[in-house]
C-alpha cells in the first residue's frame, strides 16, 4: 500500500486491448437486414464494426484485454488491490461480473475487492475517478479497470436500425498505479455531470426491476430491445458540452489552446464531429475511429486511448482531454499529462 505521509499522484501504468476476431461492414448488414445498399453508412457514418464470434465471451475479451495491460504496466495479477470492471451491461444482473475476471487472472483467492461500476458508456471515467481516489488515499497501489462490451446485441434492427448500425464490440483495461510524481500519463482532475432531465433518451427498461417477468412477460419482451432517442440526446450533449469542457479545464488550471489531444467517447462519427467542432478543438487533435469500429458503449474511451498510444499519438508531455457522453444523461472527463 501507499506510504500515507507522501500523497502518491494516480498515473495509468498500463493499457491493454481486445478487438473481436470477425468484422462485420456496413454492406454486409444492409443485406442482412433488407436495406438498400448504402443505406447503414450513409445514415450511421460507420463502415465497419467488430463483433463477437460464439467462442469470444465479454468475460474472455476483458481478460485477454486486462493481462496486455497489466504486462506493459510489469505488475503481476498478485499485486493489485482492487479490480473494477467498467460497463453499461455485464454478463447478468446478479452477481458482478468482476469476479470472473479475478478468477480468470488467477487470483480468484486473494482477498482483494472485486465489483463493477455501471455509468453506462463513461463506466470507465468513473471507474479512473474511483481508482485515483483509492490510489490518493493510500487504500490502493494498483488497480485493474476493465471495459467490456458486447454491444451488438439487444440492437432495434427492426425499428431503428439507424441506431443500431452505430454499434460495435470490444474491450479495454486500464492499470492505474501510484506514482511520486512525473510518471507519464498522469492524472489530474475528474468532473462528471449529471443532466437527469434526459433519462429517458438512452434505454434498456427490461432486466432490471421495471418489469416483473413473471407477471409482464410481453412487457419486459418488448422492452428487451435498446431504445434510443438520437435527435434529443444529440441536442442535449451538444449544448451543455460547451460549458461542461470549460468546467473541467479550469478545474484543471488549462485554458482550451493549451490542450494538445482529446480523447472523446466515440458515440458516432456524426455527433462526434458536431461536438468538436461546437467546442473549438481542431479536428487532427481528436482521437476518431468510430467510423472503423463503431460505438462500443463504455469500452469506446479507453479503446480511443490506448490506440492513441498504439499509433504514437501520445507524446510525452501533452497535455490530454478525456471527455464523454452517457445515458442518464450524463457528461464526464478527466485531465491527463501524456
Known amino acids: 500500500m501507499a ?31 433488407g436495406l438498400r445498399p448504402g443505406w447503414i453508412y450513409k445514415n450511421s457514418g460507420v463502415r465497419k464494426r467488430h ?23 510489469g505488475v503481476e495479477p498478485g499485486e493489485l488491490d482492487l479490480i473494477l470492471f467498467a460497463a453499461a451491461v455485464g454478463r447478468q444482473p446478479i452477481p458482478a461480473t468482476a469476479p470472473l475476471l479475478k478468477r480468470a487472472l488467477g487470483v480468484a483467492a486473494q482477498p482483494f475487492p472485486a465489483y463493477d461500476v455501471n455509468a453506462t458508456c463513461l463506466s470507465a471515467i468513473v471507474a479512473m475517478d474511483i481508482a485515483a481516489m483509492h490510489i490518493a488515499s493510500g487504500r490502493a497501489r494498483h488497480v485493474l479497470i476493465v471495459s467490456s462490451e458486447i454491444a451488438t446485441r439487444a440492437l432495434p434492427w427492426r425499428t431503428d436500425p439507424r441506431t443500431a448500425g452505430l454499434f460495435g464490440d470490444g474491450a479495454a483495461a486500464l492499470v492505474m498505479s501510484a506514482g511520486a510524481g512525473g510518471e507519464p500519463r498522469q492524472l489530474g482532475g475528474f468532473l462528471i455531470e449529471t443532466y437527469a432531465d434526459g433519462y429517458e433518451y438512452c434505454e ?61 467517447h466515440q458515440a458516432s462519427p456524426h455527433a462526434l464531429a458536431h461536438i468538436v467542432k461546437r467546442c473549438g478543438f481542431a479536428k487532427e487533435r481528436v482521437i476518431d475511429h468510430v467510423a472503423e469500429l463503431g460505438n462500443q458503449v463504455a469500452a469506446s474511451l479507453p479503446i480511443a486511448l490506448f490506440k492513441a498510444r498504439q499509433h504514437n499519438r501520445l507524446e510525452r508531455g501533452m497535455k490530454v482531454l478525456l471527455i464523454g457522453t452517457s445515458a442518464g444523461v450524463s457528461l464526464g472527463g478527466a485531465t491527463m499529462v501524456a
Open 51 to 73: 463483433v463477437v464470434s460464439e467462442h469470444e465471451t465479454q468475460e474472455m475479451m476483458g481478460a485477454s484485454a486486462a493481462r496486455d495491460a497489466l504486462a506493459d504496466a
Open 3 to 33: 506510504n500515507a505521509s507522501t500523497p502518491p499522484i494516480p498515473f495509468v501504468s498500463g493499457v491493454g486491448a481486445y478487438l473481436p476476431q470477425r468484422i462485420v461492414t456496413s454492406e454486409a448488414l444492409d443485406a442482412e437486414h
Open 204 to 264: 434498456l427498461r427490461s432486466g432490471g426491476t421495471r418489469f416483473d417477468f413473471q407477471h409482464e412477460r410481453d412487457a419486459f419482451e418488448a422492452n428487451a430491445l435498446f431504445d434510443m432517442q438520437g435527435a434529443a440526446l444529440y441536442r442535449l450533449t451538444s449544448e451543455a458540452a460547451p460549458g461542461f469542457i470549460a468546467r473541467l479545464l479550469e478545474r484543471a488550471g488549462w485554458r482550451q489552446g493549451e490542450v494538445d489531444l482529446v480523447v472523446p
